[in-house]
Nanobody
Framework: QAQVVESGGGLVQAGGSLRLSCTTS????????MGWYRQAPGKQRDMVAT???????NYADFVKGRFAISRDNANHTLYLQMSSLKSEDTAVYYC??????????????WGKGTLVTVSS
């Protein structure tokens, strides 16, 4: 079972930047897709950004041009660089990994989340 740990959250003023990190206990090259999700109080969890094993990326419309997802295979780390932060970006951010198991079953791995608070 892979361990997934996020870090880098905190309090930042609107217009500022933060970089979130997510490390795993196994090689991230073994995952088919990796991503960041967020959940604000009282709201559903939404996809923020994903990156596939081949390198292609997807972003939610509400972060396009402001956030960037990247990975460091050597250090088993996934990143989310957040810029031009807005108060509505306040949420708990989770990283997610997905891969197929030996029998073809899908396996999801979630971190416990890191809180980002943007003050206006």
């Amino acid at each position: 079972q892979a361990q997934v740990v996020e870090s880098g959250g905190g309090l930042v003023q609107a217009g500022g930047s933060l970089r979130l990190s997510c490390t795993t206990s196994i090689s991230i090259s073994s995952f088919h897709v990796m991503g960041w999700y967020r959940q604000a109080p009282g709201k559903q969890r939404d996809m923020v950004a994903t990156i596939f094993n081949g390198g292609s990326t997807n972003y939610a419309d509400f972060v396009k041009g402001r956030f960037a997802i990247s990975r460091d295979n050597a250090n088993h780390t996934l990143y989310l660089q957040m810029s031009s932060l807005k108060s509505e970006d306040t949420a708990v951010y989770y990283c997610h990994f997905f891969r197929f198991g030996a029998l073809g079953e899908g396996r999801d791995y979630w971190g416990k989340g890191t809180l980002v608070t943007v003050s206006s």
